[in-house]
């Protein structure tokens, strides 16, 4: 089974450099939902107004997408994927959908998203993030990890609950 696989978590947590990684390790491909968000979202978060359902829903058909389309090798994308609802959309365009939930200590997130100036998504939202985030729930398909460490590290701890969860998964 080609890896089919959410990056998840509040902006800051690492979701892209983590996504990237793994997916070079798997050899799937890499997608960053930042990517396919409509231009009038990454308007208002660069104004620091957070986003509302409503202008999630699309960008979330998007991404589910992006994850049903075929891919010979597998995909990884990075998406916030905040709440059970949100996650359900996607699961509900791409139903093979494994979640990775990146669990990051606060200071870590403030001090990552004050150290990446361009961005659209301002540190400001943090706050709205860690509000609207629902953890993954024991009946998902998926694994939470917390990153104090490097990519690396982070990456060779994701990879072995990945195989164990996908061998649950098909003996089921």
């Given at each position: 089974?080609?890896?089919?696989?959410?990056?998840?978590?509040?902006?800051?947590?690492?979701?892209?450099?983590?996504?990237?990684?793994?997916?070079?390790?798997?050899?799937?491909?890499?997608?960053?939902?930042?990517?396919?968000?409509?231009?009038?979202?990454?308007?208002?978060?660069?104004?620091g107004i957070p986003?509302?359902?409503?202008?999630?829903?699309?960008?979330?058909?998007?991404?589910?997408?992006?994850?049903?389309?075929?891919?010979?090798?597998?995909?990884?994308?990075?998406?916030?994927?905040?709440?059970?609802?949100?996650?359900?959309?996607?699961?509900?365009?791409?139903?093979?959908?494994?979640?990775?939930?990146?669990?990051?200590?606060?200071?870590?997130?403030?001090?990552?998203?004050?150290?990446?100036?361009?961005?659209?998504?301002?540190?400001?939202?943090?706050?709205?993030?860690?509000?609207?985030?629902?953890?993954?729930?024991?009946?998902?398909?998926?694994?939470?990890?917390?990153?104090?460490?490097?990519?690396?590290?982070?990456?060779?701890?994701?990879?072995?609950?990945?195989?164990?969860?996908?061998?649950?998964?098909?003996?089921?």
């Open positions: 089974m080609e890896p089919v696989i959410v990056v998840m978590g509040v902006c800051g947590a690492g979701k892209s450099t983590v996504g990237e990684a793994l997916a070079q390790r798997l050899g799937a491909r890499f997608v960053d939902s930042d990517s396919l968000h409509p231009q009038a979202n990454v308007d208002k978060m660069a104004a986003l509302t359902d409503e202008d999630r829903w699309p960008w979330l058909a998007l991404v589910g997408g992006e994850l049903s389309a075929t891919h010979p090798q597998g995909i990884i994308v990075a998406c916030s994927a905040l709440k059970r609802a949100y996650r359900d959309a996607i699961r509900a365009k791409a139903p093979v959908t494994i979640f990775v939930q990146l669990n990051v200590e606060l200071s870590v997130l403030q001090s990552r998203l004050n150290q990446r100036p361009g961005h659209f998504m301002p540190p400001s939202l943090l706050g709205s993030q860690l509000e609207t985030l629902q953890p993954l729930e024991a009946d998902e398909a998926g694994i939470t990890v917390t990153t104090s460490e490097g990519i690396a590290e982070t990456v060779n701890r994701i990879l072995p609950r990945l195989e164990h969860l996908y061998e649950v998964l098909q003996n089921s």
